[in-house]
């Protein structure tokens, strides 16, 4: 479990900066996407590439069950975002008997 913070420690010199309650809400709910996003083996850069560009498209949708589809666990995000399984480090994630 030490493994999955490590981003997040070394990053810590960076939230220095964040100056207002909501950047540092911003900064969180970033954070947790992305790890979400690892956690759950997909690719984290075309994850984000997909939620920039596919939501804009229901900016005018009355009801958010579009939502279900982008999230990170969701067959559909896995599809369009495959892990680079040679690059993964799963260590963090596989508990030794």
């Known amino acids: 479990m030490e493994q999955a913070i490590r981003p997040f ?3 810590r ?7 207002s309650s ?8 970033l954070y947790r ?8 083996m997909a690719n ?3 994850y984000f590439n997909l939620l920039l560009t596919e939501i804009p498209q229901h900016i005018d ?3 958010l069950i579009f939502v279900e589809n982008f999230f990170p666990w969701s067959p559909s995000v896995h599809k369009e975002c ?3 399984t040679k690059s ?3 260590s963090m994630y596989i508990s030794i008997l």
């Open 9 to 11: 420690t070394i990053g």
């Open 13 to 19: 010199k960076n939230f220095v900066m964040i100056e």
């Open 22 to 29: 909501n950047g540092a809400k911003a900064s969180a709910i």
């Open 33 to 40: 996407l992305v790890e979400t996003t690892k956690a759950n």
């Open 44 to 46: 984290t850069f075309e």
């Open 61 to 63: 949708d009355k009801d």
């Open 82 to 84: 495959p892990a680079d």
């Open 88 to 90: 993964l480090d799963l």
